[in-house]
């Protein structure tokens, strides 16, 4: 596509990416096919390709209100049209430096600043985070009924593996995880020690950046980024084979730090090699025998495939293999590639389609009336959990139901 | 390649420009035209506008080109269809749509303008899916030229497709291309015991069953099926279908499928009554008003019923069931009644715009397919 | 047509009372991701979007639009390739992405009643739990709906054996210029008068707005092979086109790319083309086992007096599958080694295309631009994608008149200048190369029936006479000056 970006901007690297990605967009619309906001609402605006268009005029220097930036905003960053793209436009790379722009030449009004400050300033931050669930749970009575419903049943802890083997790997704890469903990555401990692993868990590292990057918070995310690969790096450096993530969200920032540390001078490399690192538990699990994990009681399951694995990490079929080989009867799934509509922080700031999306894929998940949903990542998990009795779990506690 | 396999008895003759002053005498003269071709369904639609002024079409012949790698023949609109399907056959190759011959001097021109298709339309579709071009005298007395001999072609309207079973009533047809199919190695028809219902459900049942079908025909008692294919393509097809019921092979089956495409089998030689041809869609179950005697095409999908019951409910029996029923022969019985069904006014409205459009000196056919059409 | 601003307050005001707020696009930004569609070359701002999802609603738009002889522009996926789906700038877009519920799935009928919003691919899958499909598939049929598929009469890979849009379809709902909801076709094999389904279909949005359309469902076939053969040169794989269906053989699909299209698929879908090759056909043929077997054989053959360098056979569902992903995905996978492309989709007998490739090649050298050959060999309909850069001054120019001369190439040739892709705004100037005044004047004539005051899609598909002798003072043929009684300016 032709393009005729600002020249102040098409100066900066910013500018030269944006202006590489948008020529590479040939405007055959196959993308509005697999977006979920496109198929819900049937606005051009409303799908990759006129958020595209939208992108392109902000940085040709086109005047651009609040409308602009609300129809980016309701993007899940889903990235089901990267995977659908032929011509191989990255999507999300784009749409970042457009809400980027947007949010430096809109204002937001009061009461999105005030909600967008207070996840941002609870989320990332496991203490806090703790801290509100556990008021919220005490009073949850006192409050409106749409966040009532957000609160998840606390879940009991489980029992971390103490097993020590000559493999070691590190897993991220995060942020929201460790709260809503301490209970995964202890179970992954306990999968991975019968795989001769030892699990590690650095206390010290934290939230991996996602929700303030995705927030167009660049400067927080990258302050956490480095704090974590801070935490993690003697372990590294003493042998530690991967970094293992339960949370595909966490999972694909983590991928992605490579590219949001390349300017840093000091990081830039640690990144690149933590990128490396990062795999999610399936990439673990699938390279090694797992055929000790194979269940005595194999029951019917819907898998959620998170977008992130699927459409960010591009991890497909690689749980269904294993869940398969371990036992397990898998439901086939009508759009199984549409985004349930958790995605990070939009449950919370675009509840009303976060929440269509979300009935439309429980509906899909539950035709076959499966004995458990699981998937591979907490937002998911809780979101769809909100909506059904079906118990909704990460994919790892099956590989320890014998 | 082309010319060469033109058989002796098509002769060559263009008389467009003959035709063309006709036609432009005719819209001066504001003098309404028959245009004719072998005169072999004159019984079917409206009567004929009462007039002298005969345009005939019948001495406007020869092929235009033929390529059979193409798949297209291109011809005069007064080439005999017998002529024309001989020169097919010299060259393995057929009309997959198999028109009704009701007469030996029946024209290809006659035959899209009435767009009549036989036993084989159920399963390799009709006229209207194998017309790809038409040259023709338009209402202006212009002659004009649409879509072409490729099978794909969206450049403008389809006037193609529009001229087939307008009956005249938009122009004169003088050339026209059509897409030929290559001939089926073999053919053979087998013959079962069934009522009518049960002769549905077989059509039904093996609607899906990836069954080389080219024609059903269910009558008294009795249901034909022919088969066309390679050899191994039709023993299989014999092998699944005598698990399925048994039945006998058809003798003289090629004579059996002429009388049903050109009506001479027995069922249409009842002069004493009127003939309805019932277009239904295709599940439609055995239709308790029409018990009595008829004959089934296409898996149910035409069936022909020879009675006396009123206009009225015929039409309103076969309405219910989503289909449409045509007085196809016969309007000497019930003098007055129309014989194509009405239509809806915002459908016919945009009908009759067309007609004034096309043909605004109403000299074409006039009335042949609606009063005012 | 009006497009001052006090029309446009005029129908603003109307639509207004007509369609929810977050319905109806009227501030400028959200209008501009609608100022072209699959075709980008063309822009333009239309004064409003509004997208309706009931019958009602249309009817009152277009009433209303009708009453203000404002122009109206029907928008389904925005996915067409020859600008047909282009604003109209006094005029609102009619974007019908919203209709898009599967009415009815009646299985024993085989036939299932649709929204015009819902998506080629949509319909396949819908029918799939009942052994059956939708026919045609164009390219884009993850994104294109039917509505839109209706409207240019859409083909795909399929066609040669199964049909182009107008085959598949029964019948299909209108709303004409008047607001009046009018059924063409029927559920029956013939349905009574002149066949407005067939005129409707392929009509670019110029006759009515699809509002429903019944389609046929087939069976699945049984069993499917995929060959791919590679060829040394072009030419020996157009032949082998003609010698495979002179054989009696008439496959499933018959596909045919150059080098350049290979190379592009192959970087997308990783299907496991040759990247070497010169052409590769890709030959689907279906049937029951036995007959397939045999089809194969016959084909094999054929390939081989062909000079095919190399055949190979999909052996399992998914190889199937990823043969065809390549193809399917050529058109956009040409943007990773092109900035722009522009799509011909003339037609021509099967027994020219060697002889027509040379020509492109010849005309790819003498502008400068790259070519790549991607299309459906075996009904002779030619997608060659120009590969240019809009970036640079001049280029798209360019790029336009190369692809005029392919496409009076493909007139020459005894053939069409759009198989599917449509007429649109783009191919108007060659409309005038393929068709005569009297020809175009009849055009008018069936337009002006069923819209009077050309508020439908006005501007497309049929182009004045005038414009056509400004065209024809640019493209004199031997010397004849074409059209020469028109009034020149």
Redesign the interface.
């Known amino acids: 596509?032709?393009?005729n970006l600002l020249d102040s901007i098409k100066q900066t690297k910013d500018g030269q990416l944006a202006d590489s990605i948008l020529?590479?967009?040939?405007?055959?619309?196959?993308?509005?096919?697999?977006c979920p906001t496109?198929?819900i609402l049937?606005?051009?605006?409303e799908g990759p390709?006129?958020r595209i268009?939208?992108i392109k005029?902000v940085l040709e220097g086109?005047?651009?209100?609040n409308?602009?930036r609300d129809?980016l905003d309701r993007c899940l960053t889903c990235r089901n049209c990267e995977t659908?793209?032929?011509?191989?436009?990255q999507y999300a790379s784009l749409l970042e430096i457009g809400k980027k722009h947007i949010e430096e030449s809109t204002e937001r009004p009061f009461k999105e600043h005030f909600v967008r400050d207070a996840l941002l300033n609870t989320l990332p931050y496991r203490r806090r985070f703790k801290f509100f669930l556990r008021v919220g749970r005490s009073f949850s009575l006192f409050l409106p009924k749409a966040l009532r419903s957000k609160i998840p049943a606390k879940v009991a802890k489980g029992k971390w593996s103490r097993a020590q083997h000559s493999r070691r790997m590190l897993v991220l704890d995060g942020c929201v995880q460790p709260v809503l469903s301490p209970d995964i990555n202890s179970a992954t401990s306990r999968v991975l020690d019968k795989l001769g692993i030892t699990l590690v868990n650095i206390k010290k590292a934290g939230c991996c950046g996602a929700v303030s990057q995705h927030l167009n918070k660049e400067k927080d995310a990258q302050t956490m980024m480095k704090h974590n690969i801070d935490a993690w790096w003697p372990e590294i450096e003493a042998g530690a084979e991967a970094i293992v993530t339960t949370a595909s969200g966490c999972g694909l920032m983590i991928k992605d730090y490579a590219q949001y540390l390349q300017d840093d001078p000091e990081y830039a490399e640690k990144a690149r090699f933590i990128s490396t690192l990062c795999k999610d538990i399936a990439e673990i699990i699938a390279l090694e025998d797992y055929s000790a994990l194979a269940t005595t009681a194999p029951k019917t399951i819907s898998w959620h495939p998170p977008c992130t694995l699927q459409h960010g990490q591009k991890v497909t079929g690689v749980v269904e293999k294993i869940l398969i080989d371990c036992g397990y009867q898998l439901n086939p799934i009508k759009d199984a590639h549409l985004c349930c509509g958790s995605a990070g922080t939009y449950s919370i700031l675009q509840p009303e389609l976060s929440s269509q999306l979300g009935d439309n894929k429980i509906a899909n998940l539950e035709k076959d009336k499966p004995e458990m949903i699981v998937t591979a990542n907490i937002g998911c998990q809780t979101h769809l959990q909100e909506r059904t009795k079906t118990p909704v779990k990460h994919w790892v506690h099956l590989l320890l139901d014998r | 390649m082309a010319l060469n396999i033109t058989p002796s008895s098509i002769v060559d003759r263009d008389i467009s420009i003959e035709l063309q002053q006709q036609v432009q005498s005719s819209i001066d003269l504001r003098s309404p035209l028959l245009i004719r071709g072998g005169d072999s369904k004159l019984f079917y639609g409206r009567d004929p506008v009462e007039t002298s002024n005969i345009l005939e079409l019948k001495n406007h012949t020869g092929i235009i080109n033929y390529?059979?790698?193409?798949?297209?023949v291109t011809v005069r609109a007064g080439t005999r269809l017998l002529d024309l399907e001989l020169l097919l056959e010299k060259n393995?190759q057929i009309l997959s749509f198999e028109p009704p011959m009701f007469n030996q001097q029946s024209t290809i021109g006659g035959v899209v303008a009435a767009?009549i298709s036989g036993p084989r339309?159920?399963f390799s579709?009709?006229i209207?899916?194998a017309i790809l071009g038409v040259e023709m005298i338009?209402?202006?007395g212009?002659?004009?030229?649409?879509g072409?001999?490729?099978?794909?072609?969206?450049?403008?309207?389809?006037?193609s497709?529009?001229m087939?079973?307008?009956m005249g009533t938009?122009g004169v047809i003088l050339n026209l291309s059509l897409r030929v199919?290559?001939k089926p190695e073999k053919e053979i028809s087998l013959i079962l015991d069934a009522t009518q219902g049960e002769g549905l459900a077989y059509c039904?049942q093996w609607?899906?069953?990836?069954l080389?079908l080219s024609a059903t025909s269910w009558y008294r008692g009795k249901l034909y099926l022919r088969l066309s294919?390679?050899d191994?393509?039709i023993?299989?097809?014999l092998k699944k279908l005598s698990q399925q019921m048994s039945f006998e092979f058809l003798e003289d089956d090629i004579f059996f499928w002429q009388s049903i495409r050109n009506q001479q089998h027995a069922f249409f030689n009842k002069v004493s009554k009127p003939l309805w041809?019932l277009?239904?869609?295709?599940?439609t179950p055995v239709m308790a008003r029409f018990e009595g005697d008829l004959l089934l095409e296409?898996g149910g999908?035409?069936r022909w019923v020879s009675n006396n019951a009123a206009e009225k409910i015929i039409r309103a029996v076969v309405g219910r069931h989503?289909?449409?029923a045509?007085l196809f022969n016969g309007q000497k019985h019930l003098p007055g009644v129309a014989p194509?069904?009405i239509?809806?006014p915002?459908?016919?409205?945009?009908?009759k715009?067309?007609k004034?459009?096309?043909d605004p000196q109403n000299i074409f056919n006039p009335g042949r397919?609606?009063r005012d059409? | 047509m009006n497009s001052e601003p006090e029309s446009r307050n005029n129908i603003l005001l109307a639509l207004r009372e007509i369609l929810p707020e977050k319905?109806l696009?009227t501030?400028k930004?959200?209008l501009?991701?609608?100022e072209?569609?699959?075709m980008?070359a063309y822009q333009r701002i239309p004064i409003a979007?509004a997208?309706p999802?009931t019958i009602e609603e249309v009817q009152k738009i277009i009433r209303a639009c009708e009453s203000q002889r404002i122009p109206v522009v029907a928008r389904g996926?925005?996915?067409g390739l020859s600008g047909g789906a282009l604003p109209h700038e006094g005029g609102i877009i009619l974007?019908l992405?919203?209709f898009?519920t599967i009415i009815d799935i009646?299985h024993?009928?085989?036939t299932m009643r649709v929204q015009p919003?819902v998506?080629n691919?949509a319909i396949s899958e819908a029918a799939a739990p009942y052994?059956?499909y939708y026919a045609p598939d164009p390219s884009?049929q993850?994104?294109?709906t039917i509505g839109g598929n209706v409207a240019?009469?859409a083909?795909g890979v399929h066609?040669?054996k199964y049909?182009?849009t107008?085959?598949n379809i029964l019948e299909v709902k209108i709303i004409?210029v008047e607001g009046?909801?009018?059924?063409?076709g029927?559920?029956?094999?013939?349905?009574?008068?002149?066949?407005?389904l067939?005129?409707m279909?392929?009509?670019e949005g110029m006759?009515g707005i699809i509002v429903e359309v019944v389609v046929k469902l087939l069976?699945r076939?049984?069993a499917t092979n995929v060959l791919m053969a590679s060829f040394d040169a072009v030419e020996d794989a157009a032949n082998a086109v003609?010698i495979v269906?002179?054989k009696?053989i008439?496959p499933a699909g018959l596909e045919m790319m150059d080098n350049l299209a290979i190379k592009a698929a192959e970087d997308?879908?990783n299907a496991g083309y040759p990247v070497d090759a010169e052409a590769i056909l890709l030959c689907e043929l279906d049937?029951?086992?036995?007959?397939l077997a045999?089809q194969v054989n016959i084909v094999m053959v054929a390939l081989g007096e062909a000079n095919a360098s190399n055949v190979v056979m999909a052996n399992s569902e998914q190889e199937k599958a990823q043969l065809w992903a390549g193809r399917k995905?050529a058109?956009?996978?040409?943007?990773?080694i092109s900035?722009?492309?522009y799509c011909m989709d003339g037609?021509?007998?099967?027994?020219r295309i060697a002889e027509v490739l040379v020509e492109i090649k010849a005309l790819s050298e003498k502008y400068g631009l790259r070519v790549a050959n991607v299309f459906?060999a075996g009904?002779?309909?030619l997608h060659p994608l120009i590969l240019f850069d809009?970036?640079i001054d001049g280029e798209?120019e360019k790029a336009e008149h190369f692809g005029g001369d392919i496409l009076e190439l493909c007139v020459k040739m005894?053939?069409?200048?759009?198989?599917?892709?449509?007429?649109g705004f783009e191919?108007l100037d060659q409309?005038c190369v393929?068709?005569?005044p009297?020809?175009l004047?009849?055009?008018h004539?069936?337009?002006?029936?069923?819209d009077p005051y050309e508020l439908l899609n006005p501007g497309k598909?049929?182009p004045t006479l005038h414009r056509c002798a400004e065209v024809g003072a640019m493209h004199v043929h031997n010397g004849e000056l074409p059209h020469a009684d028109i009034p020149r300016f």
């Open positions: 596509m032709k393009t020529r590479k967009c040939v405007h055959c619309g196959f993308c509005n096919a697999t496109y198929q049937g606005d051009e605006n390709r006129g268009y939208l005029q086109a005047e651009v209100s409308a602009t129809h659908t793209c032929p011509s191989g436009v | 390529d059979p790698t193409e798949l297209v393995q767009g339309r159920a579709g009709s209207r899916d338009n209402g202006d212009k002659i004009v030229k649409f072409g001999e490729v099978m794909k072609n969206v450049a403008g309207y389809d006037m497709r529009l087939v079973r307008s938009l199919m290559p039904k609607r899906t069953q990836h080389p294919g390679s191994i393509t023993d299989a097809a041809r277009s239904l869609p295709i599940n296409g999908t035409q989503g289909g449409y045509t194509f069904p239509l809806a915002e459908l016919h409205k945009l009908q715009n067309l004034r459009k096309l397919l609606y059409i | 319905y696009l501030a930004e959200d501009k991701p609608y072209c569609d699959g980008p979007v997208l999802s996926a925005g996915t974007g992405s919203r898009n009646d024993e009928n085989m919003g998506r691919l052994g059956l884009s993850i994104a294109c240019e009469n083909g066609c040669l049909g182009l107008v085959h004409t009046d909801l009018v059924t063409l029927s559920m029956t094999l013939d349905t009574p008068g002149y066949d407005l067939a005129l279909t392929g009509s006759l069976p076939p049984l003609a269906i002179s009696g008439i997308f879908a049937g029951a086992e036995e007959h045999e995905a058109f956009p996978a040409v943007g990773r900035p722009d492309y037609t021509i007998p099967r027994k459906h009904d002779g309909n809009a970036g798209l005894g053939g069409t200048i759009t198989g599917e892709h449509g007429v191919k409309m393929q068709f005569n009297d020809e004047t009849h055009f004539n069936i337009k002006h029936a069923f598909v049929i």
